[in-house]
């Protein structure tokens, strides 16, 4: 199958990295053509990994994944053109970051709005499904890492592209029952306001691997 | 030892049973010393509960635990009264929780501040350490109605205040190595804004009876 990554970053080259390896075609898309880290990283994936612009990636893909930061995804999918996008299972993957002058770690947008949110409302006909930005990236493409049953969460209107969603999880090593539904793409929102919350258990434990097991009464 | 608890809601009458049940003395405190739930709570807790008002409970404490709506919390520790709380542990179970007309959830405060930091900036003589919010009430004083391992979190200035905190949560059932400590009182930031999640995964699961368990790397 073909994808497009929007996003040359260790998120996007980690995903495009288990892609080619599980046999897939990848375009890793940039800002501009000749961004050296999506070259390189062409230049090592083999006949079966290019590089290219945004819309390059975007026009690529037959599932296109927004492996940027959550503050320029919405930049970033202009430039890959909403015409690229549609009709086209788009997994989120953007956390909106922002980093103070103080070193304080906030998030924009936050509360009563989300970057999964904002991308579907400005791509109305591209199938959303906000994924694995709860988990560091290695953990992402190989769950087993951590031992044990842990989680994963989706959030999207669309209920074909969810399930395709879960079915690329599913190839990524995740078992099907650990990731869990939250419902319509609202749910992006508590999503990514898990962020904060990430960050400090990565300071207590100083490391991010490391994952939620959701417990609950049987 | 002697218990002061700040509300009178579902969370407040679950901890001050159970401390009752501890062979603790509570006094469970709202606005007016006459308050309906607060003293048919008495009546039934026996002896060593009382009903009286923030500042009844806040004096009586030699722990003082706000069980408050989080959007109410300072106002009634402001009742309660700075001097009744200095120098106490303050354990703040509160979400900021509002509710448009529409039915939608938001945080106020959030994101670069939380309760439990606005606690404490302005009972700077107060021990504050944010605890429990994070799961619902039956679960805070009966961990083992979940199977297996899982987790609390605590946040807070003060060190021998999480360390009374912790062993208060053992007191409720929660091994010490189940309680994670995010560090400062500003971790109370990514504590409260788990709450959207949380509410997301109780509508997918239809129960409130689940909680978190951390899994990393060893």
């Not at 929007?6 to 980690?14: F, P, S």
């Not at 945004?54 to 919405?74: C, H, K, P, R």
């Not at 904002?118 to 560091?136: G, S, W, Y």
């Not at 609202?186 to 417990?215: H, V």
């Amino acid at each position: 199958m073909r994808f497009g990554i929007i996003g040359t970053g260790m998120v996007g080259r980690t995903i495009a990295d288990k892609l080619v390896a599980l046999g897939h075609e990848v375009t890793l898309g940039s800002r501009t053509k000749d961004n050296e880290t999506g070259l390189a990283w062409a230049e090592q994936a083999g006949p079966t990994g290019h590089a290219g612009t945004f819309a390059d990636a975007a026009a690529f893909g037959e599932v296109v994944l927004n492996a940027t930061s959550g503050t320029v995804s919405l930049a970033a999918l202009r430039a890959a053109g909403a015409e690229r996008l549609a009709g086209k299972l788009l997994v989120d993957i953007s956390n909106p970051l922002v980093f103070s002058a103080e070193g304080e770690v906030s998030l924009d947008p936050v509360n009563t709005d989300s970057v999964g949110e904002q991308i579907q409302r400005e791509f109305p006909d591209a199938k959303v499904v906000k994924a694995l930005n709860t988990v560091t990236a290695p953990l992402m493409v190989e769950p087993g890492r951590l031992e044990g049953e842990h989680n994963l969460f989706i959030a999207g209107n669309d209920a074909g592209a969810k399930a395709d969603a879960v079915a690329l999880l599913g190839e990524f090593g995740w078992p099907a029952e650990s990731v869990i539904d939250l419902g319509d793409i609202s749910g992006a929102r508590g999503m990514e306001m898990l962020m904060p919350f990430w960050l400090r258990l990565m300071r207590s434990f100083g490391t991010a691997e490391f994952n939620y097991s959701i417990r609950r009464a049987r």
